[in-house]
């Protein structure tokens, strides 16, 4: 069966405290690995799609990476606004059902 | 070019009763995936509906249904609403083939079941 897991649950960074959040995932044939970003009360936010082991994608100071087992999500200097929680989610080939991990919750301090 | 539009986002209901969730996804998008995402379980995939017809179906029981419409409108509904059905549903909108299969989400409809 299709699974995400991601760590830590929670982080609590100093503005400028580089760091990377972790997306571990089994899935029988990758259609695409997903992050997510989601502020308290609204609707998860698109960052990446990556498709294949060895990818990578930038946006400002987020950069998503892909293994066959693992995506990381490295944050340099990060500023308060980045505060929230990221979600991985796993697309398999077997179906459309896009399963999410429970995400990990940044917190980054001025 | 307008996002995904969740109707409506509160809803308080008493048990027993049951619920329609609306849900309109972006313009030229004929996916259309369903979510309940609670503090303690997260995001759990409810099911995804492409060109009308259901192509996955997550753990749910058969009280949670679900349909597409020609225009790729969905609604979902919860039949006999229990406690643990509080949570906020979330819709999602997706091209839906291809490598194209990025998903947008919408705001969500807080439902509270009483």
């Known amino acids: 069966e299709d699974q995400v897991t991601q760590s830590p649950e929670a982080l609590r960074l100093q503005e400028g405290e580089s760091s990377s959040l972790n997306c571990s995932y089994t899935v029988s044939g990758l259609r695409g690995l997903f992050w997510y970003r989601q502020d308290p009360g609204k609707g998860p936010e698109f960052l990446f799609t990556l498709y294949s082991a060895g990818e990578e994608k930038e946006k400002e100071r987020l950069k998503a990476t892909l293994t066959k087992k693992e995506s990381f999500l490295h944050i340099t200097a990060p500023k308060p606004e980045d505060s929230a929680t990221y979600l991985c989610a796993v697309q398999g080939t077997g179906g459309f059902k896009t399963i999410f991990g429970a995400g990990t919750r940044l917190f980054v301090k001025a | 070019k307008a996002g995904v539009t969740q109707t409506p986002r509160y809803l308080i209901k008493t048990r027993g009763q049951q619920v329609t969730l609306s849900c309109s996804p972006i313009s030229g998008h004929r996916s259309v995936s369903w979510y309940q995402q609670t503090p303690g379980q997260g995001l759990q995939f409810l099911f995804e509906?492409?060109?009308?017809?259901?192509?996955n179906k997550g753990n749910f029981p058969g009280r949670f249904s679900g349909r597409q419409f020609s225009n790729s409108r969905s609604e979902m509904n919860v039949s006999t609403l229990e406690l643990g059905d509080s949570a906020l549903y979330l819709c999602a909108s997706s091209f839906g083939q291809g490598t194209n299969i990025r998903a947008f989400f919408g705001q969500g409809t807080r439902l509270t079941v009483v």
């Open positions: 509906y492409f060109s009308e017809t259901q192509r």
